[in-house]
């Protein structure tokens, strides 16, 4: 078990003009799930290849626990890594493929009985985590006879048997289906409680990242955009960009202005006017007059028909362009009187058809506000 902490790590490939990852500063907590999150290409596998020393670091300082790792080679680190391929030997069963790399190490694996041979060692340890994992009836079977979903659980497995100090996965759900992915999601969760290792997650699925991380780090371009709980991200990202990314259907952006009338602010958009609450006032008092960009989720828009005690500054008319319905909830693509389109995400029971027209009400205890310019957070 380990904490990893990047100082000041770049990372620039030979030929390339930029930075795959900048400046990154990280300190990942022992026995943490973090997870690194972003879109394609925003520089996560190369952070993740760092750790594990497949990839070169160009400066600054990466260490595992109290060691610098830059200059150790990938055996020496204590790391075992986990691909979204799985990497399994094709010959070999699923039980020679668990216990290669306890077999390729000199030493005894971890936990074995006194007086054991290594080879009963590694047997006894290798069944022990297959029993776990719900392999233990497929040990002797090869990858080619396996489904996806138990390939990715040999290669877990495999990790598993070594007992590292840190666990890297990248991407290992992308392979599965939509089923098998939420299992095995919840199957590493409870590995990672099991196990109390530091587990180091590559994802560029924003669901992944919520369910699994004790912490989430969202990068975008090989730059940090914020690190944080799964529940902070939702509730203050630091810019447009996490904003977005984070949530599904992602948060409605309108472009806004902020106006000050009797003592009271509101939000001014394309068809709507809406009062900002008390506890925002001053926050954003030193903009008053200027553009914002308001934000707002789709779950804090509801139909003024399924609400009691209705505060009419925050009512907006809108006319209904689609609707979509979930089973557990209904999605609406609505347009403001000013053009401006925005999704919210309602009550199953809402009756609406599309080009009807409706009134909708925000609740803005949970609105964001952002500068057009900088898109950082103004709250
Ligand atoms: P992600 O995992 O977020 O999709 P990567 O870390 O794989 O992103 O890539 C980050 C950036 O570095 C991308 O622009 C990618 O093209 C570039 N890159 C990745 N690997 C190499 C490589 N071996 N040589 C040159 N450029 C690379």
Do not use: W
């Not at 290409?41 to 600054?60: N, Q, V």
């Not at 919840?186 to 994802?203: C, E, G, N, P």
Request: proline share 6%; glycine share 8%; hydrophobic share 40%.
């Amino acid at each position: 078990m380990a904490s990893v902490t990047f100082e000041h790590v770049s990372k620039k490939y030979p030929g390339n003009e930029i930075y795959s990852v900048n400046d990154l500063n990280l300190d990942i907590r022992d026995k943490e799930f973090l997870v690194l999150v972003g879109p394609s290409g925003c520089g996560k596998s190369t952070a993740l290849r760092m750790i594990a020393g497949l990839e070169e670091i160009s400066s600054g300082v990466l260490r595992i626990g109290d060691r610098v790792v830059n200059n150790v080679p990938p055996k020496d680190r204590d790391i075992a890594m986990v691909f979204q391929s799985y990497a399994l030997y094709p010959h070999m069963s699923v039980f020679d493929n668990m216990a290669f790399g306890l077999r390729m190490r000199k030493a005894m694996p971890t936990g074995a009985p006194p007086g054991l041979s290594r080879d009963a060692a590694i047997k006894a340890r290798v069944e022990e985590v297959a029993k776990n994992i719900g392999l233990d009836q497929l040990l002797t079977r090869k990858p080619r006879q396996l489904s996806g979903g138990q390939r990715q659980r040999v290669a877990l497995g495999r990790a598993i048997v070594r007992n590292p100090q840190v666990f890297l996965m990248d991407e290992p759900l992308s392979n599965l289906d939509a089923k098998l992915r939420v299992q095995t999601r919840a199957t590493i969760s409870r590995l990672h409680r099991d196990l109390q290792t530091t587990m180091i997650y590559v994802t560029h699925d924003q669901v992944e990242a919520m369910t699994m991380g004790d912490r989430i780090a969202v990068m975008r371009d090989g730059l940090l955009q914020q690190l944080d709980t799964p529940q902070n991200l939702y509730d203050h990202p630091t810019n447009m960009f996490v904003a977005g990314f984070i949530g599904s259907p992602s948060m409605n952006f309108f472009d806004s202005t902020l106006q000050q009338e009797g003592g009271e602010g509101y939000v001014v958009g394309g068809g709507f006017r809406v009062k900002v609450p008390q506890q925002y006032r001053q926050a954003l008092s030193a903009h008053t007059g200027q553009k914002i960009v308001f934000g707002l989720r789709p779950e804090d828009v509801s139909d003024v028909r399924m609400e009691r005690d209705v505060d009419e500054s925050t009512v907006v008319p809108v006319s209904v362009d689609v609707v979509e319905p979930m089973g557990s909830e209904i999605y609406l693509y609505l347009l403001t009187k000013g053009n401006q389109q925005f999704v919210a995400r309602v009550d199953p029971l809402t009756r609406v058809n599309p080009g009807e027209q409706m009134q909708v009400t925000f609740d803005m205890k949970k609105m964001h506000a952002f500068d057009p310019q900088t898109q950082q957070t103004l709250m």
